[in-house]
């Protein structure tokens, strides 16, 4: 069965560039979640996307933004990188409701030097 | 914040059943309690999810209390592929439509 697609796997890039993660989620899933996990930490929620509006707000810094396109994939885009934005980010896809699982991706490793 | 409680770690014996407790005394009527497992390097992995009722499924069982104050994630089998983070999770409608609120979950380790 499809899975959620992230891409890339793995990007390195230097303080203050920007980064953009990509999410392709399940087909016919039309909620989208991003999380993110440091070395050593449980997952914190970002922020999640429902029918392409924003739905809900974690912990997600001003410098980070996100949007979930038509076609239902999602971009995060983070900019002025620091050091500690180094982590694993975890897409995540369901369709709407309490009662749905989330299926998560294999996550990009974000590397901030 | 994550309305859930769960031992920091746990172990087991291959081939044997495991236990995982789950304490949830603050949770609303409505929310379902939902279970993820965390391999070393990969994505949060759906177990299983149930509001009142015992639920089953081909990796795991939940048996959740009458009160709803506490649930146990039932393995029975263990096999060296279950050494996982283990996190129980309640839903949390804060916002619109809700997400996941993980909180340290047990870490399961399987003794051959």
């Known amino acids: 069965a499809a899975g959620v697609i992230q891409s890339p796997r793995h990007l390195i890039k230097e303080k203050r560039e920007t980064a953009t993660l990509k999410c392709y989620p399940i087909?016919?899933?039309?909620?989208v979640y991003w999380y993110q996990q440091g070395p050593g930490q449980d997952p914190q929620f970002l922020i999640s996307?429902?029918?392409?509006?924003?739905?809900d707000k974690g912990s997600i810094p001003d410098r980070f933004s996100a949007q979930q396109f038509s076609d239902y994939h999602s971009e995060l885009n983070m900019s002025s990188l620091e050091l500690g934005d180094s982590a694993l980010y975890f897409c995540?896809?369901?369709?709407?409701?309490?009662?749905?699982?989330?299926?998560f991706g294999n996550g990009t490793r974000l590397t901030v030097t | 914040d994550a309305k859930t409680t769960q031992p920091n770690s746990m172990e087991s014996n291959e081939e044997e059943p495991v236990h995982l407790p789950c304490n949830h005394s603050t949770i609303s009527g409505t929310d379902y309690i939902h279970w993820y497992r965390q391999l070393p390097s990969q994505g949060p992995e759906y177990v299983i999810h149930?509001?009142?009722s015992n639920v089953n499924n081909r990796m795991a069982s939940l048996a959740i209390a009458e009160d709803r104050k506490s649930s146990t994630l039932i393995l029975h089998r263990a096999t060296l592929r279950d050494a996982a983070v283990y996190y129980c999770i309640s839903w949390d409608y804060g916002g619109s439509q809700g997400n996941l609120i993980f909180g340290k979950g047990t870490k399961l380790s399987v003794k051959p």
């Open positions: 087909p016919r899933h039309d909620t």
């Open positions: 149930g509001l009142t």
């Open positions: 996307f429902y029918e392409k509006m924003q739905s």
């Open positions: 995540a896809s369901s369709t709407q409701g309490m009662d749905s699982p989330l299926h």
